[in-house]
Structure formats: structure tokens, C-alpha cells
């Protein structure tokens, strides 16, 4: 394997607060040979490309985005929302992230198979964000972002309450510790894929034996007994509903808010 590089990208207001803090403590996992980097959004002037216009400044970044295989994006949440520094560097990027079809549609260019760390912060304590997923909206931009990109995701991480923080809890320094060793695991290429056949797998057996296990309640329930066929729908419709949800759960709902 060649060694990783990897670039932090700061877009916060400041420029050592908390959000630099926790991109700190994941970039210093990076070990040699592999090397880390940061920018700080603020730095640039980003502005969008415009047609037969040069883009100096995008050029720069994107040429730092391409020698990178990990992008850590650190950006607080304002607003409830993704920081507008990180999402106007989103915006401006758009077209170079992605290849467009001649209907518009995007799909994944250059940057597909890089990896990705999200972390993000606010100010609502750890009870407050997690009953009411005040980050989530900032996590689901930057997937929705780089996995357009096609992006891998490594990890995610959040900090609440962090009005008048000065120092990470232990605790904290410590998941954004094992979030950057994973750093060092990630190769050019995705190398999930036979996790994800056991992922899968187990999925599908659970799945099925719920599945299953519903069917038969209700048949009990009813006094009934199922033909074939109207054993096979059944059994379809309520195996795709759990499937649903499930996926649904883990895909977009499910963020760390602690
Ligand atoms: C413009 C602005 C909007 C913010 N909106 C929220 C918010 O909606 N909810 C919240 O919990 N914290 C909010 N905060 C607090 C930030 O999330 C907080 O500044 C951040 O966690 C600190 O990171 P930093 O030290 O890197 O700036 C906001 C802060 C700013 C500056």
C-alpha cells in the first residue's frame, strides 16, 4: 500500500476554536509516511466558476483536494445547519466534484473512491442534540455532498455543548483518537466491500427471521392459514417494509449527537 495523505478542511469563523481542535486531535493520528494538511477556508477567496473565467483560487484548492486520498471537513453548525463558510466552499465546488449527464443528473468524478471524516459541533449540550439531532442537519449536507462525489465515509464525530470550551473532554479526545487511527487503514480504494457482504448477510437473516416471526404471530392472531402464494406477498411486503425502515435508519436519520 502507498502511503495516505490527508487534508483537513477547516470552515469555521474561528480559526482555533473547538472545531480546530477536534480536527487536530484526529489529523495527529496520522502517521508516517502517510501526511496530513489543513486548510482554513477563510484563507480563500471561494467564489463559483463562471464560464471562459479563470478560478485561480479553486484551482489551488482542487489541486489539494486531488493529491489528497482522506478529506476531514470540520465545520461548526450554525443555525442549525451546516457553517456557511464550508457550505459555500460546498456550492462553489459542485462542479467539480461531480460529472453531469445531459439531463443535469450528477454523477461521481475524479474524487470517487477518496475517503471522508465529518465532524461538526454546537453549542446545545449532549441531551439536547441527541433528543432533538441538532447536528444532523450539518452531517447530512456533507454526505449528501461527497457521496454525490462518490465519496467513502470513514467516520463522524460531534462536540456539544461548547460554549466556553477550552479543552476536549478525555472522552471525546479519545473517539476523535480511534476516528483518525482509521485514517491510517484507509487505502485508495474502498476495501469494505467483504465487510459489507457480512453486513449484508446478516441484514437479510435478521430481516427475514423478523419477517418470518411477524407472519406467524399474525396468522395465529387470525386463525389463518396462507396458500403459497399469499404466503410469498405477505411475507414480500413486510420483509420491504422493515427493510425500509431499516436502511432509512441507518442512511439518513441515524448521526452521533453525542
Ligand atoms: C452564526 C452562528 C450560528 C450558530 N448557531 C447555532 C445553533 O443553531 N445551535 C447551536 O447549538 N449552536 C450554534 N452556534 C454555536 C456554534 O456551533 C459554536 O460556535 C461552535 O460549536 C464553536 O466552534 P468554534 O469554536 O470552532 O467556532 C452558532 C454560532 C454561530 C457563530
Wanted: aromatic share 12%; with cysteine.
Amino acid at each position: 500500500m502507498t502511503f495516505v495523505k490527508v487534508l483537513g478542511i477547516l470552515g469555521a469563523h474561528k480559526e482555533h476554536g473547538v472545531t480546530r481542535m477536534m480536527l487536530d486531535q484526529v489529523l495527529h493520528q496520522v502517521q508516517a509516511p502517510n501526511t496530513s494538511e489543513i486548510i482554513y477556508l477563510e484563507d480563500y477567496q471561494i467564489k463559483p466558476d463562471i464560464k471562459g473565467q479563470p478560478n485561480p483560487t479553486m484551482d489551488q484548492i482542487i489541486a489539494k483536494l486531488e493529491a489528497a486520498d482522506v478529506w476531514v471537513i470540520a465545520a461548526p453548525t450554525y443555525w442549525g445547519g451546516l457553517s456557511g463558510v464550508m457550505k459555500n466552499f460546498f456550492d462553489c465546488l459542485r462542479q467539480r466534484l461531480v460529472r453531469f449527464d445531459h439531463k443535469g443528473g450528477t454523477h461521481p468524478d475524479k474524487f470517487a473512491h477518496k475517503h471522508y471524516i465529518s465532524l461538526t459541533n454546537c453549542y446545545a449540550g449532549k441531551w439536547e442534540n441527541f433528543l432533538s439531532g441538532v447536528t444532523d442537519a450539518s452531517f447530512r449536507t456533507i454526505d449528501k455532498v461527497l457521496t454525490a462525489g462518490g465519496l467513502i465515509k470513514i467516520g463522524e464525530a460531534v462536540q456539544t455543548a461548547t460554549w466556553g470550551l477550552t479543552e476536549l473532554a478525555p472522552a471525546k479526545q479519545k473517539e476523535l483518537t480511534k476516528l483518525g487511527q482509521k485514517i491510517n487503514r484507509a487505502t485508495r480504494k474502498d476495501d469494505q466491500t467483504v465487510k459489507r457482504y457480512f453486513e449484508l448477510f446478516f441484514i437479510v437473516a435478521v430481516m427475514a427471521f423478523i419477517t418470518m416471526a411477524i407472519q406467524s404471530l399474525c396468522l395465529k392472531l387470525l386463525n389463518l392459514s396462507l396458500g403459497f402464494w399469499s404466503n410469498y406477498i405477505s411475507f414480500v411486503i413486510i420483509f420491504f417494509a422493515l427493510l425500509a425502515v431499516t436502511l432509512h435508519f441507518f442512511t439518513v436519520v441515524k448521526h452521533k449527537r453525542k
